[in-house]
């Protein structure tokens, strides 16, 4: 293959874009929109986090400044954990607008995770977000569409095929000189969302690290490669087209059934097949299982009984009064262990049924580059299902650690004779409560999220070879007529 005419062949359809009025209306259009989602994606950023971490402060003041009280009145005062935004969330909203935000967390209890836009939004969002991701994953592929129909269908229409392919022009270079004209004719829209969101995530109003730069070149580098795939597929439908007017509409219809049916219909299949219980028969089940284990505010249930029965063995005493910490503290410490077993085991099974959910339809990456493009670039924007459920994670993790402070700090500081009716109620020092530690929400790091998203890379990577074994393939067994 002769770099020459290849590089001949891409400049000669690099100069014929410009000199369609159509391609400057293109240009300006896009450029329009990019700003659009550019401002709507900073102004949400900047509002959501600005609210988030005000808020936060603010629970964390309340907790500071409560007085002298007793551990488990504290425990049951609770704290807020709110989740930030990732500063790449303005590339691509993902799932942020329908995760909540917020969650309550206090002793022996799980409190779901809140506040999310959608649920003070009206239906228009269901619509979708314009967003710079959504203009990459949607609108540009249809660009490229209309950029590429007419590659090579125009030459074979014009008669101007025979005549390079008489002068010497392969197959093979002819192809790889109209896919790098489209490619480079795609990357002035594509270049200019990429420094756009470059500087983005420099405006971000926390400090970024080293990962979050990982995440944007990574994912700038994924998006290159879906890119490279939609140029080249155009191309060899054009190439295998008899008139431009039928591969236009070829192309129309597979941007159709990969970029809009399919991904809805993955989205339902996969809810059908893999059914997952609603809030009330997950909180049910969780019932269920407390009910089981024993009721810890219940000093006659036949589990904690047995329980108090073997401590008094155990210190070789007779009555709770002698025992050389809190009893009922210890019986609370326990009652959350037993409690937070529960929810973490049936919060793992059900996360398991999400899992086959999201597994099926990552697995349509390998019939559709739409959905590998599409869950590797949330993964890589930190608003996926496995960021929400990071804080989750997270969240719960930090309600544990504070009930059982308090449980501690009872077993340890209150006494086990109850105050008299003239007595004042036991507490202790509000200095305690600035001990603890304050929420502090950590994202996902780069690696865990591509270990994640491993199918959507394979499949994403499966697309580009694919694209050049049918670059191959064609190059030998295209027709001149």
Not at 89 to 117: I, R, W
Not at 405 to 420: H, T
Request: positive net charge; glycine residues 6%; aromatic residues 14%.
């Amino acid at each position: 293959m002769r770099g020459r005419q290849v590089s001949l062949l891409a400049i000669q359809f690099w100069k014929n874009g410009f000199q369609s009025t159509a391609f400057y209306a293109l240009l300006f259009a896009m450029a329009t929109i990019t700003g659009y989602a550019a401002y709507s994606g900073w102004q949400t950023y900047r509002i959501q986090n600005t609210i988030r971490l005000h808020y936060q402060q603010q629970a964390r003041q309340g907790w500071e400044n409560n007085p002298d009280k007793h551990p488990h009145r504290m425990a049951h005062y609770g704290a807020f954990a709110f989740r930030l935004k990732h500063p790449l969330s303005m590339f691509d909203v993902g799932m942020e607008s329908y995760a909540g935000n917020a969650v309550f967390l206090e002793a022996h209890k799980q409190n779901t995770v809140n506040f999310s836009e959608a649920s003070f939004s009206t239906g228009l969002l269901r619509f979708g977000e314009i967003s710079l991701a959504m203009i990459l994953q949607i609108i540009l592929p249809l660009v490229v569409s209309f950029l590429g129909f007419a590659a090579v269908a125009v030459e074979r229409e014009n008669g101007t095929l025979k005549v390079l392919l008489m002068q010497g022009v392969s197959w093979g270079e002819l192809l790889v000189g109209k896919s790098l004209g489209l490619m480079s004719l795609a990357l002035l829209f594509f270049v200019p969302i990429g420094i756009v969101t470059l500087g983005l995530i420099v405006s971000a109003e926390i400090a970024l690290t080293t990962d979050t730069w990982l995440r944007y070149l990574v994912l700038m580098a994924s998006y290159l490669v879906f890119f490279q795939v939609l140029c080249v597929f155009s191309v060899l439908i054009s190439a295998t087209s008899r008139t431009s007017n039928h591969a236009l509409m070829k192309l129309l219809a597979i941007w159709l059934v990969f970029f809009i049916v399919l991904p809805k219909t993955t989205q339902a299949i996969g809810g059908y097949v893999y059914r997952s219980p609603s809030k009330i028969e997950f909180e049910t089940i969780i019932e269920k299982r407390l009910v089981k284990e024993g009721d810890s505010h219940n000093p006659d249930d036949p589990h904690y009984v047995a329980i108090k029965d073997s401590v008094l063995r155990a210190h070789g005493v007779d009555s709770v009064h002698k025992l050389p910490f809190n009893y009922s503290g210890f019986v609370m410490r326990e009652g959350e262990r037993i409690s937070s077993a529960i929810y973490t085991r049936e919060f793992s099974n059900l996360l398991k049924v999400y899992e086959m959910q999201n597994s099926f339809a990552r697995f349509m990456g390998f019939v559709d580059p739409y959905a590998a493009i599409h869950y590797l670039s949330m993964a890589l924007s930190g608003t996926d299902f496995e960021s929400y459920i990071h804080f989750q994670k997270q969240a719960e993790a930090y309600r544990y650690q504070l009930a059982q402070k308090m449980n501690e700090l009872q077993m340890r500081y209150i006494s086990n004779v109850k105050p008299g009716p003239t007595d004042k109620p036991y507490t202790i020092s509000h200095e305690h409560w600035k001990e603890f530690p304050d929420f502090d929400y950590r994202f996902v790091t780069t690696s865990s999220a591509l270990r994640n998203e491993y199918l959507t890379i394979t499949a994403l990577l499966m697309w580009s070879v694919v694209s050049f074994m049918l670059f191959v393939y064609v190059s030998k067994k295209v027709k001149t007529l």
